[in-house]
Nanobody, 127 residues
Framework: QVQLVESGGGSVQPGGSLKLSCEASGVTLDTYAVGWFRQAPGQEREGVSCIASSDESAFYRTSVKDRFTIHRDKAKNTVYLQMNNLQPEDTAVYYC????????????????????WGQGTQVTVSS
């Protein structure tokens, strides 16, 4: 059974950094695209970043480009989201998810392309 566990969330001041982890069991993450999504209170879930199978490509939403970096550690079967220069608008619960199909060369931020989801980790940015 596939299980994804996010960790690394917390509370930081604007301009701070956090590194989120998405550790998988029951699946070899390198075979699938992995996406990071977030949902703020009262808002719809939105895609933040994704990395394609075998690290073929990565994609970021415009508002986080140049601040967030997604990368994969194959040995640890974990995907990370390094978040720098965090802003209050980044406050949300962050989720990771794996694509519904293997060998995805180009990933996307449409949540309907992802099947397995973690439980989420809270990120709060405030002064």
């Amino acid at each position: 059974q596939v299980q994804l566990v996010e960790s690394g969330g917390g509370s930081v001041q604007p301009g701070g950094s956090l590194k989120l982890s998405c550790e998988a069991s029951g699946v070899t993450l390198d075979t699938y695209a992995v996406g990071w999504f977030r949902q703020a209170p009262g808002q719809e879930r939105e895609g933040v970043s994704c990395i394609a199978s075998s690290d073929e490509s990565a994609f970021y939403r415009t508002s986080v480009k140049d601040r967030f970096t997604i990368h994969r550690d194959k040995a640890k079967n974990t995907v990370y989201l390094q978040m720098n220069n965090l802003q209050p608008e980044d406050t949300a619960v962050y989720y990771c998810a794996t694509s519904g199909f293997a060998n995805v060369v180009v990933c996307g931020l449409n949540q309907f392309g992802y099947d397995n989801w973690g439980q989420g980790t809270q990120v709060t940015v405030s002064s």
